[in-house]
């Protein structure tokens, strides 16, 4: 079994956020593929292989545990394809949704689109956004006061929480074991946090203590939620955003997210990847 290695959603070719890639004729069995992601260490490491129906079949594994979907090991994933098999569509046939990704080739980097699941979104309840504060070490105050939290979805929850400064998303913390239980209690994929530059321009921090990792550096799942949220609640109705993540980590990541004016469909989410190693 070869594991490619791969940074995904890099920034000007520096940082991105690193995920295991393996493709093969056939997918291991589970526990394998467990196993497997566990030696890796990265946040996720994708599986993928030919379904026999022209789309490829795939899963992810966090070190503790299957996720239903994962953004940046698609992107690492189409990267991986792309120059193994050339720049195309590929469809993937996921546990629970069919998507796609493309790749292609500029200026010497790959890169890849996944197109995303549906996306739904809901005010996020008084009760979850006080547990949430507490266990981040927030207050009512350190919220931003024109974007609502919300829960939102990409095939899976995403409980997003925007912040007024740049300064108060800076100073992130928490506890591992008390975040996982939070996230396991509430079926939250992650938590993230996120403070608006501008009208298309966003800065992100995702504590993903469900998967064993206290922050992930880039986190495409979460960017197509939020995505989506923004639509929903009519604060960017179409067009592009961008949203930086991992610079606190000191591993930049660039994350462009498109989409369209129609409430619930899909989104585009672009990102450059480079080989680790």
């Not at 800076?170 to 946090?193: E, K, N, S, W």
Request: glycine letters at 10%; hydrophobic letters at 40%.
């Amino acid at each position: 079994m070869h594991i490619h290695r791969i940074a995904a959603f890099t920034s000007q070719g520096q940082g991105g956020n690193p995920a295991g890639v393996v493709v093969a004729d056939q997918l291991p069995p589970p526990d394998e593929m467990q196993r497997v992601a566990a030696d890796v260490g990265y946040s996720e490491t994708v599986f993928s292989c030919p379904d026999g129906n022209g789309a490829w079949r795939t899963r992810y594994y966090s070190p503790e545990a299957e996720v239903a979907f994962c953004g940046h090991a698609t992107i690492a994933l189409g990267a991986v394809l792309g120059q193994t098999f050339g720049p195309a569509r590929y469809p993937l046939a996921l546990a629970n949704a069919q998507i796609e990704v493309s790749a292609e080739k500029r200026g010497g980097e790959w890169v890849s689109v996944l197109r995303s699941p549906p996306t739904r979104s809901a005010a996020a309840s008084p009760e979850l956004l006080k547990e949430a504060l507490d266990l981040f070490g927030y207050a009512a105050d350190d919220l931003d006061p024109t974007l609502a939290p919300c829960m939102a979805n990409a095939e899976l929850d995403h409980l997003i929480v925007p912040l007024r400064s740049r300064a108060t998303l800076a100073r992130l913390d928490y506890d591992l074991d008390q975040g996982r239980r939070f996230m396991q209690a509430h079926r939250i994929g992650t938590v993230a946090f996120v403070f608006c530059q501008s009208e298309t321009l966003f800065h992100a921090r995702n504590a993903f203590a469900i998967g064993g990792v206290l922050e992930d550096p880039a986190t495409g799942a979460a960017a197509a939620a939020f995505a989506g949220m923004l639509r929903d609640l009519g604060r960017v109705k179409h067009g592009e955003i961008v949203i930086m993540q991992g610079v606190d980590m000191g591993q930049p990541c660039r994350i462009e997210v498109e989409f369209t004016a129609e409430p619930g469909s899909p989104v585009n989410v672009r990102g450059t990847s480079s080989v680790i190693g």
